[in-house]
Structure formats: structure tokens, C-alpha cells
T-cell receptor
Framework: GDSVTQMEGPVTLSEEAFLTINCTYTATGYPSLFWYVQYPGEGLQLLLKATKADDKGSNKGFEATYRKETTSFHLEKGSVQVSDSAVYFCALSDRNTDKLIFGTGTRLQVFP | GAVVSQHPSWVICKSGTSVKIECRSLDFQATTMFWYRQFPKQSLMLMATSNEGSKATYEQGVEKDKFLINHASLTLSTLTVTSAHPEDSSFYIC???WGDGYQPQHFGDGTRLSIL
């Protein structure tokens, strides 16, 4: 079945550092891909999305490109802030089951 | 846009009582709503999927008599944890979606349920 694999955390960075969180997927069809962010004690917020190959999703300085050839959707940000500290989930929509399949989440900790 | 409100955000109750959690889509009509459970430092576990006006579809291993889901309108779904016990203590999160599976799900802020 479809699946999402993302890098284990925690990822620890200093403020203004460059961020990459890797995400790869396995899917039989052409899913939509998402990044969600979860701040402590809260639900998930949609960060960005891409619906087809080569699409680039971007929001709040974060971006990710739907790479069909490498089945990847890596999250990047050029300069992280302390306020970006959260757990980031990569997810795909499963066309066959109509469900959202999540990766295990990556905790990001940014220190001043 | 795409705001989902979940209420209550935190509830503590005695073992054996029933607890109802509401999930509302405030600025869009949700054709499908989902209920998840999240254990500490883990990903979300899908419990059930519900479409307005029809019975919910439960994931394997989720007791439908224990977790009652009602999706009465395009903007409201409820989850009732019946005869709750300490092992039901968890963080419950709902989400709502308009359209098909290519559309994103929009999540509520979650409900932390503690059963004493």
C-alpha cells in the first residue's frame, strides 16, 4: 500500500540556519502531497501542498517540490526562527482509499 | 479560510461517563470529516471517516459502539466516547475536507481527554 517515510528527529538548529526535512513516498497512483505542522498541544495546520509532479508548494518561507522521479517532497526553509519549532508531518492523499497517509513526524527544535 | 473548530479543548471526567466532542467547519461545507487519535510523540491514527448523512466507516480495531460518530450536517460531526475508561485517555483530533481526496484536510485544535 501507499506509504510515507520522513527523516527521524529531532532536528536541532540554530536560528537563521537552513532547514531540510526529507520526505519520500510510495504510491501506486498520482497522489496529492502535503506538509502539516503541529505546535505543542494543538491540532495540525496545513503548511503547504502540491497536487501534481513538479508543483512547488510554498508558505511562510517554507517550500517543497513534488518530485515524481525521486518520489520525494522534501521540506526546506532558508532561515528558520525559534517560532518554527514544532512537529512537521509529511502526508499523501491515497486516491484509492481516500485517506490521508502520514509520515511519523519530525520534531524541529530551533534555538536562539 | 478553512477553519475547523473543535470543542472542548480539554476534558477531565470520571471513569464510566460518556464524553461528546464536537467538530465544526466554520467557513466551508465539509463533505467528509475524519476522527484521529494521537498518542504522545506519535503520528495520528485514523479512527473513522464520516460523510454527511451516512454511517461512519471505522478503521480496523476501532470499536464502533465505544466511539459513536454522528455527522448530522455538512458543518458538524460529533464523537462520543461512551463509558470512558482510563485507557481511552488520549488526544483526539478531527479534520474536515471539502471535495475529493486530492483536497487537503483541515484540522481542529484537538481535544485532550483525561479519564480518572
Amino acid at each position: 500500500g501507499d506509504s510515507v517515510t520522513q527523516m527521524e528527529g529531532p532536528v536541532t538548529l540554530s536560528e537563521e540556519a537552513f532547514l531540510t526535512i526529507n520526505c519520500t513516498y510510495t504510491a501506486t497512483g498520482y497522489p496529492s502531497l502535503f506538509w502539516y505542522v503541529q505546535y505543542p498541544g494543538e491540532g495540525l495546520q496545513l503548511l503547504l501542498k502540491a497536487t501534481k509532479a513538479d508543483d512547488k508548494g510554498s508558505n511562510k518561507g517554507f517550500e517543497a517540490t513534488y518530485r515524481k522521479e525521486t518520489t520525494s517532497f522534501h521540506l526546506e526553509k532558508g532561515s528558520v526562527q525559534v517560532s518554527d519549532s514544532a512537529v512537521y508531518f509529511c502526508a499523501l492523499s491515497d486516491r484509492n482509499t481516500d485517506k490521508l497517509i502520514f509520515g511519523t513526524g519530525t520534531r524541529l527544535q530551533v534555538f536562539p | 479560510g478553512a477553519v475547523v473548530s473543535q470543542h472542548p479543548s480539554w476534558v477531565i471526567c470520571k471513569s464510566g461517563t460518556s464524553v461528546k466532542i464536537e467538530c465544526r467547519s466554520l467557513d466551508f461545507q465539509a463533505t467528509t470529516m475524519f476522527w484521529y487519535r494521537q498518542f504522545p510523540k506519535q503520528s495520528l491514527m485514523l479512527m473513522a471517516t464520516s460523510n454527511e448523512g451516512s454511517k461512519a466507516t471505522y478503521e480496523q480495531g476501532v470499536e464502533k459502539d465505544k466511539f459513536l460518530i454522528n455527522h448530522a450536517s455538512l458543518t458538524l460531526s460529533t464523537l462520543t466516547v461512551t463509558s470512558a475508561h482510563p485507557e481511552d485517555s488520549s488526544f483526539y483530533i478531527c479534520s474536515a475536507r471539502w471535495g475529493d481526496g486530492y483536497q487537503p484536510q483541515h484540522f481542529g485544535d484537538g481535544t485532550r481527554l483525561s479519564i480518572l
